[in-house]
């Protein structure tokens, strides 16, 4: 992220999350800081959270391989953060990034492209 926040405030944010209403997991929804478009949804518990904070890249909970995995690992199209916010609720995340090549496994820009716009 582009600027330090305070370790003590990051540790309030992350235990501030709803994890138990979702079995430890929250979605989180992904958002290009330049376009604004919906990159994809994904699932974190508390240790993705906490190192997305700490190392300044997207983590998430797979819920396929019941493992931690950092975005880009393997392909390098890795999101760096910009932002962490939380809903209403506090029970979902929105992570702003910078996104690093396409986001999607399938090799898009987005999850969200099926859809073509009218017009």
């Known amino acids: ?3 330090e926040i305070d370790p003590k405030r ?7 999350i709803d994890f138990a209403k979702g079995d430890g997991l929250v979605p ?3 958002q290009d ?3 604004k ?3 994809m949804v994904a699932y ?4 993705a959270l906490s190192l997305s904070f700490s190392t300044g890249l997207a983590h998430y909970w797979s819920r396929s391989r019941s ?3 950092k975005k880009g690992e393997t392909s390098g199209h890795v999101q760096k953060i910009k932002l ?8 979902t995340l929105l992570y702003v990034v910078e996104q690093i090549g396409v986001a999607c496994h399938r090799g898009t820009w987005s999850c969200f492209d099926t859809v073509k716009k009218e017009g």
């Open 84 to 91: 962490i916010d939380t809903d209403c609720d506090n029970d």
């Open 1 to 3: 992220m582009e600027t």
């Open 67 to 69: 493992s931690l995995w």
């Open 44 to 47: 974190a518990n508390k240790e």
């Open 28 to 30: 989180v929804v992904v």
């Open 10 to 16: 990051i540790d309030e944010f992350v235990n501030g």
């Open 33 to 35: 800081q330049r376009t």
């Open 37 to 39: 478009d919906v990159l």
